[in-house]
């Protein structure tokens, strides 16, 4: 069973900067696309950005969502068994509670969209809230 624990949130300005990190059990970020989602008040989860696992493909393969790849910056270190994602310029359209999520260990399917069904584990949560 892979768990995943977020931790880094807290509130920040507009323009501030903001890194989270995630840890899991096991092998998770050697075995799996890991990545992170976020969910605001109100609103549906939404993607945020993916890693894919570093075996057939680059181990660099990352997927953004569009409105959010020239200010986040998703990144993996396995040795730590540690996941990041670096927020620059934050805005209060920002503030939401992010997820860092894993596929299944060994799924075959490449870093896009096509991967974002496959996420099915789940940390709990940690709160960013971006003030003006």
């Known amino acids: 069973q892979i768990q995943l624990q977020e931790s880094g949130g807290r509130s920040v300005q507009t323009g501030g900067s903001l890194t989270l990190s995630c840890t899991s059990s096991?092998?998770?970020?050697?075995?799996?696309?890991v990545g992170w989602f976020r969910r605001a008040a109100g609103k549906e989860r939404e993607f945020v950005a993916a890693?894919?696992?570093?075996?057939?493909?680059?181990?660099?393969?990352?997927y953004y969502a569009r409105s959010m790849e020239d200010r986040f910056t998703i990144t993996r270190d396995i040795n730590k068994n540690m996941l990041y994602l670096h927020m620059t310029d934050l805005t209060p359209t920002d503030t939401a509670v992010y997820y860092c999520?894993?596929?299944?260990?060994?799924?075959?399917?490449?870093?896009?969209?096509?991967?974002?069904?496959?996420?099915?584990?789940w940390g709990r949560g940690t709160q960013v809230t971006v003030s003006s």
């Open positions: 096991g092998d998770t970020f050697r075995n799996s696309a």
């Open positions: 999520s894993a596929t299944p260990p060994d799924t075959l399917v490449r870093v896009g969209a096509a991967l974002l069904p496959h996420f099915s584990y």
């Open positions: 890693i894919g696992r570093p075996s057939e493909w680059s181990d660099a393969d990352t």
